[in-house]
């Protein structure tokens, strides 16, 4: 724990955007900053002149307007930045035009489309002047029903060039889980594919887009784009035409529109597992802003680098990836499984396109280890320098198996944020060193704590999660929430004027992060708090598990710890099983952690995006209705939990 597995080169420091960002800091406020920790105090402390120096160093295309930066700088929500700054965002990510490579849009049948930033400017001009006709000004909403592919990056320029506000959902959503979203919003514009291709499967769209745009309210337009055919059929979809009909304007201009700081950008959504998804509304300067900060500084994205991360247009990751664009970098955008047409297929794209940056999720990694991967064996990978993961805490093991069997020399960066903020708490820092199991650093700008149960902040014990300071990404408010009580509700209820993420966390003895994970799944057997992440470290551990999910049960006036396992094909749960996985809970934790029950089930329920559902398993094991089953991606596998007689038993 206490043993780097990676530190940066002195050199490497020297020369990275985090530490010339910290010498400008220096010369402007004549400081004598070291090293990143001192940074990260100096930016918390003041607020104010830290990302104004992030808008200069980000080269910000807008004007600021005056000196005003921050007003109430106390009000949680409430707090409001640069309220006199006017800016485009897709201006800032169109502002290189010249023949360097903007985006590679990669299917899994492996079908390629590349772009440079000239002609990645002339599509979106073409699609913004077609929007125009259309009637779309600013603060319409624009919908995209479509894989990760250049069309959905090319539609999403356009609607934000013109002021109105971007909204996406994967194919992969089911009816009502697109409805649950674009219903609360209206689009004015619907951006949808014919349809797409999955686990080597051709999966038709129409039905479902014919089906949805009759459905939304106040649609006016429906485009549908070319993905599994050329000219797609849509004669059973009248209102529907073709990209190639929709965009006859030829233009190569583009009049984007001059917008304030705080302007909508995009409306996201909560997984929406409890209930109707909450839609979260980003403002254009905000994330940027904190966008910028996190390529440049956190990622030392330039115009040298290639970075892809594995992503839907339903997770907030495709929103953070395309703005690397805003530096210049090239974008790889990919559609498809993961491990299809085998386990190796991502790391023979980062091979072919010569990926710098490569970002996934725990869960991808952990895949990668026992499927027995070894990419430094089987691949060249000498321009491969971070690799990124989120959507779940990285276990200690997968660390290790990142510089044992991907790549000795790399900065590793398990980051952690989310959709209610469309960016990053807690991230990578190219100029520290990576130890196992943790977050290297707090993110600059963002004054994170953790709070223990009587609201003090605390280092080396758990807690949850806090940001004490406003920032720049905080959401605007939610749509159609005028007094702001959902808002309010979501995050600022737990303690008054701060903001409580919901991860149930830790600061290091390093000054780095540990997730524990999600603090209303924590568990509480005899009173003690135990975060689901550190059972499940131990578990993955077990050779025969696939994959784990955790609960509390409510039983006999106390809470007993529930441990469900997918086992590999092949295994079986016999006792001999059990009582290994109950040994190797118990050698690394303590007796608490150890399941009362282990249970095996043959699926486990996710979202859309990946993640494991434990408050929807929990509320099916107390036999509660779970609200919103559309928000998942394989509902039928709750009912694997339902009325199980081994948890009606001691």
Not at 382 to 409: M, Q
Request: hydrophobic share 40%; with cysteine; proline share 6%.
């Amino acid at each position: 724990m206490n043993q780097p597995l990676w530190q940066p080169s002195a050199a490497n420091i020297e020369q990275s955007p985090m530490h010339q960002f910290m010498q400008e800091v220096n010369k402007r406020y004549a400081l004598d900053l070291k090293d990143y920790g001192e940074l990260y105090d100096w930016s918390v402390s003041n607020l104010e002149g830290f990302w104004d120096q992030i808008w200069d160093f980000g080269e910000v295309v807008g004007t600021k307007g005056s000196n005003r930066i921050l007003e109430n700088p106390n009000l949680m929500p409430g707090a409001r930045w640069f309220p006199d700054a006017k800016l485009n965002f897709a201006e800032n990510l169109l502002r290189f035009r010249d023949n360097s490579l903007a985006v590679v849009s990669l299917r899994e049948d492996g079908q390629r489309t590349a772009l440079t930033y000239a002609q990645l400017y002339k599509q979106v001009a073409e699609v913004a002047a077609a929007l125009k006709l259309a009637g779309v000004v600013s603060g319409d909403r624009v919908a995209g029903f479509t894989p990760n592919c250049h069309y959905a990056l090319v539609a999403m320029l356009a609607a934000t060039s013109l002021g109105a506000i971007w909204s996406s959902c994967s194919p992969d959503f089911g009816f009502n889980g697109v409805l649950d979203r674009f219903g609360q919003i209206q689009p004015k514009v619907l951006f949808a594919t014919d349809g797409y291709i999955y686990n080597s499967k051709r999966i038709n769209s129409l039905p479902q887009v014919a089906e949805i745009a009759a459905a939304l309210e106040g649609l006016e337009q429906l485009v549908v784009f070319p993905f599994l055919e050329n000219q797609p059929d849509t004669s059973s979809i009248p209102e529907a035409v073709l990209w190639d009909d929709f965009c006859i304007a030829s233009t190569e201009v583009i009049e984007f529109a001059e917008l304030p700081f705080d302007h909508p950008l995009y409306i996201m959504y909560s997984s929406g597992t409890t209930g109707v998804p909450k839609c979260i509304v980003h403002s254009t300067g905000g994330t940027l802003l904190q966008h910028l900060k996190e390529h440049q500084l956190h990622t030392s994205l330039t115009r040298e680098d290639t970075i892809f991360y594995y992503t839907t247009c339903g997770w907030m990751m495709w929103n953070w990836l395309v703005s690397g664009l805003a530096v210049g970098s090239t974008l790889v955008l990919f559609d498809g499984s993961p491990f299809a047409p085998e386990p190796k297929a991502l790391w023979d794209m980062a091979e072919q396109e010569k990926i710098t940056v490569f970002g996934t999720s725990a869960k991808y990694i952990a895949a990668c280890e026992k499927a027995g991967l070894q990419p430094n064996k089987t691949h060249k990978l000498p321009k491969l320098r971070a690799i990124l993961s989120t959507g779940s805490p990285l276990a200690h093991e997968s660390f290790e198996y990142v510089y044992r069997d991907i790549k000795s020399d790399l900065l590793l960066a398990s980051i952690s944020g989310g959709t209610d903020i469309v960016s990053c708490f807690a991230l990578g820092c190219p100029t520290r060193p990576v130890y196992p199991g943790q977050l290297q650093c707090r993110g600059l700008g963002m004054d994170v704590q953790v709070y223990n149960d009587a609201g003090e902040p605390v280092i080396g014990e758990k807690g949850e999660l806090v940001c004490v300071k406003p920032f720049p990404s905080m959401p605007i408010g939610f749509w159609q929430d005028p007094s702001a009580s959902r808002y309010q509700e979501a995050y600022f209820n737990r303690f008054e004027n701060i903001w409580a993420h919901g991860d149930y966390a830790e600061i290091t003895a390093q000054d780095g992060v540990i997730i524990h994970g999600r603090s209303d799944a924590v568990l509480n057997p005899g009173g003690v708090r135990i975060g689901t992440a550190e059972i499940y470290r131990q578990v993955e551990k077990v050779e025969e598990v696939q994959e784990a999910l955790c609960i509390g049960q409510d039983w006999k006036e106390d809470v007993r710890v529930v441990l469900f396992v997918r086992l590999k094909e092949g295994f079986q749960l016999d006792e001999a099983l059990k009582k290994r996985i109950c040994a190797t809970i118990r050698a690394e934790t303590t007796p608490r952690h150890v399941p009362a029950k282990i249970i095996h089930v043959a699926d486990i329920p996710r979202t859309l995006s990946g993640k494991i559902v434990e408050l929807a398993v929990r509320e099916v094991v107390h036999q509660r209705p779970v609200k919103n089953q559309d928000a998942l991606a394989n509902p039928e596998a709750l009912q694997l939990f339902a009325n199980l007689s081994e948890l009606q038993t001691d």
